[in-house]
């Protein structure tokens, strides 16, 4: 299943979701992400306080409770996703 994860923040938030992004990619990098989660892409707008992760899971839930644990405190919006062009 294809996830796409947007990231929204404040400026004063900046710093705590760039260690989250950084974290998040080292382990992707380093295959060390829990089996069924794939970061198969991120993009940073960080001028617009965004980014858009693209994941490939095999279940949603387990991306939420997985990222859960790092306790993210900035607007977060899942929504599941197919390629339609």
Same mark, same amino acid.
């Given at each position: ?24 990619? #080292?382990? *992707?990098?380093?295959? &060390? ?7 198969? =892409? %991120?993009?940073? $707008? ?18 939420? #409770?997985? *990222?859960?644990?790092? &306790? ?7 929504? =599941? %996703?197919?390629? $339609?062009?």
């Amino acid at each position: 299943m294809d996830v796409i994860v947007i990231h929204q923040w404040k400026p004063e938030q900046k710093d705590k979701v760039m260690k989250f992004a950084s974290t998040i990619m #080292d382990l *992707a990098k380093n295959k &060390k992400l829990p089996e069924g989660l794939k970061l198969v =892409e %991120v993009y940073m $707008a960080k001028n617009a306080n965004t980014a858009v992760c693209k994941w490939s899971v095999d279940y949603l839930q387990h991306l939420l #409770d997985t *990222a859960s644990t790092l &306790k993210p405190e900035w607007q977060i919006t899942v929504l =599941e %996703v197919e390629k $339609a062009y």
